[in-house]
């Protein structure tokens, strides 16, 4: 069954969004944490990619690259990619400093 409507989520963002891929893990209402890359957010919400895409509804938490958590839900989702809408307003400074520093994009220099 169809939503009554299914925006064009490019078409519905009332503000610029930051592009930058950025690592996470998303916990599921189940339980189950699983490895995301963010594609873009704002303070209200994210574009990401996964496998076993979550469903439009459902309640997460996403712990960022350098520890922070935010709470959202799915708003809506199709051919691994979803979005998320927050339930706090976040900084998106806050959540993605310190990401090219982080240890996994850190290049391993023999000196």
């Known amino acids: ?7 064009n989520e490019m078409s519905t963002r009332q503000e610029n969004r930051s592009s930058c891929p950025v690592f996470g893990q998303m916990r599921r209402a189940t339980g ?41 839900v799915i708003r809506w989702s199709r051919k691994g990619i979803f979005g998320v809408e927050f339930h706090t307003a976040i900084d998106v ?7 090219k520093s982080h240890p996994l994009r850190r290049s ?4």
């Open 93 to 99: 400074v806050s959540v993605t400093e310190n990401v």
């Open 32 to 72: 189950n944490v699983q490895p995301i890359t963010i594609k873009d957010m704002s303070t209200g919400g994210l574009q990401a990619t996964c496998f076993n895409v979550p469903v439009e509804g459902e309640q997460i938490s996403i712990r960022f690259e350098n520890g922070r958590n935010v709470r959202g």
């Open 108 to 111: 391993t220099d023999i000196g």
């Open 1 to 7: 069954m169809a939503s009554q409507s299914q925006p």
